[in-house]
């Protein structure tokens, strides 16, 4: 079992920026790929970037590359999501979430362990 819990969510200005942190626990290996995924209010879970276990390959969405980064300090169990240049669009639930056969994959249904989220508001 595995267990993922965000960090460092919070209320920040149009034009911000905010680090996100996932704390991985549990039974894990070097196969798995992390991964960030948002919900805004009524909208569905989309994917936001990913990242092998081993940090050496990453994948962002297209719509959030140059603003959102994701990474992974080896030595520590986190994955971690710096989000720059934040606008109120990126007002969401950030969830983390693990995918075991190290898939950097956009589809939700590829991951198998999810954390409970930490909230991100951006103002304008």
């Known amino acids: 079992q595995v267990q993922l819990v965000e960090s460092g969510g919070g209320l920040v200005q149009a034009g911000g920026s905010l680090r996100l942190s996932c704390a991985i626990s549990?039974?894990?290996?070097?196969?798995?790929?992390m991964g960030w995924f948002r919900q805004a209010p009524g909208k569905e879970r989309e994917f936001v970037a990913a990242?092998?276990?081993?940090?050496?390959?990453?994948y962002v969405t297209d719509s959030l590359k140059g603003r959102f980064t994701i990474s992974r300090d080896i030595a520590k169990p986190t994955v971690d999501l710096q989000m720059n240049s934040l606008k109120p669009e990126d007002t969401a639930i950030y969830y983390c979430a693990a995918n075991v056969y190290g898939l950097l994959s956009p589809v939700e249904r590829d991951y198998d362990y999810w954390g409970q989220g930490t909230q991100v508001t951006v103002s304008s």
């Open positions: 990242i092998t276990w081993r940090g050496d390959s990453t």
């Open positions: 549990g039974r894990t290996f070097s196969t798995y790929a």
